[in-house]
């Protein structure tokens, strides 16, 4: 079963950092590219960044700059680094990994439950 745990949100205020974390767990088959996302309330969830396989990142032109993806397959962790926080990056952060859990099965995104991250001004 693969299972996808974040954590490391909280509450900060504007211009503070914040590092996600994302343990994966389960993905025993082979990884894909990993995506952060975000949900603000009453909003749609956006595209925050990516990372694929070879390290390789893109990310969101509102957090370009300040955020950066990172991973640690010797630990099956995704990282989100937030610097600069706004009051706009208000939102709960969700993680997504493509993985084939064992030999046969689809390759498809599995998603974590989210962690709350909230900047004050």
Known sequence: QVQ????GGGSVQAGGSLT??????????????????????????EFVAMIDTRGGT???DSVKGRFTAS??????AVYLQMNSLKPEDTATY?????CR?????????????????????
């Open 4 to 7: 996808l745990v974040e954590s």
């Open 20 to 45: 996600l974390s994302c343990v994966v767990r389960g993905c025993n088959h082979y990884r894909g590219d990993s995506r952060w996302y975000r949900q603000a309330p009453g909003k749609d969830r």
């Open 58 to 60: 893109s990310y969101a």
């Open 71 to 76: 991973h640690d397959w010797r630990v099956n």
């Open 94 to 98: 969700y993680c997504s990994t493509q």
């Open 101 to 121: 859990a064992s030999q046969g099965d689809p390759l498809r995104d599995y998603w974590g439950r989210g962690t709350q991250v909230t900047v004050s001004s």
